[in-house]
Each structure stands twice: as C-alpha cells, then as structure tokens.
C-alpha cells in the first residue's frame, strides 16, 4: 500500500512547513483561540433531568392543609402511605429501604464512645 502515496516534498520558502507548523500566514496570533466560543454545552445525562426534576417543591394536600414539600418527600410519603393501605410490593420496597437506611446510620461514624482505661493507658503511654 505504501506505492499509492506520493513522496513528500519540501515546501517552497526558507519556513519550515510540515506536522504541526502551518504556514505562518494562517497561524492564530497570540492571544487569539482556534475556538472563540469554546465547546458547547452538551445536553444533560438522564440522572441529572431526574435529580433536578425530583428536587422541585409541589404543594401536597395532607388532611385539611396544604404543604409545600420537594416531590421526593411527596413520593416517600405516598409510597410509605400505600404501603400501610396493604400494597406489599410497597410495604416490601419501604422495609427495605429502611433495613439499608439503618445500616447506613449504624455504619456512619457518629459520636465517640468514651476511651476505657486501657486505652488511657496507651495514650499516657504514648505521650511519654
């Protein structure tokens, strides 16, 4: 395949011209970009759609008043209320849900036992 291309000529002028030298005339000044209006935007990823969308606030009649709460409250809200009206597949996502909740709580790290004495011990230890 090597005899389809032509061999390589030397530019005419005393500049050099080749693999990333352009010819001085169509170089961009300093200071200017190839790109003036830099990348656009793209469009947002779906995750992105749904966290904005489940963010917004909308007003929720409870009982006799009328709240104004983001709809993810509004849907755990709901969820957890079909779950207590006997939809097990409900009553099954919410109890799961809460397992994983606890778990996230029990593993974060949250107030400090106090020291017992042995390990007064070590630090007095380590302090000499």
Do not use: C, W
């Not at 994983?100 to 020291?115: I, K």
């Amino acid at each position: 395949m090597a005899g389809n291309s032509s061999p390589k000529k030397k530019p005419a002028g005393g500049y050099p011209v080749g693999f990333a030298k352009p010819p001085k005339a169509t170089q961009f000044q300093p200071g200017q970009s190839g790109n003036p209006k830099g990348r656009p935007k793209g469009r947002p990823s779906l995750d992105d759609l749904l966290l904005e969308e489940i963010a917004r606030v909308v007003k929720v009649k409870v009982g006799d008043q009328i709240i104004s709460m983001d709809k993810e409250r509004a849907l755990l809200r709901k969820l957890i209320d079909m779950a207590i009206m006997g939809d097990i597949s409900a009553a099954r996502l919410v109890l799961a849900r809460r397992d994983h909740a606890q778990a996230e709580m029990d593993a974060a790290p949250g107030a400090q036992a106090p020291l017992t004495e042995e390990e007064l011990e070590v630090l007095k230890m380590m302090a000499k």
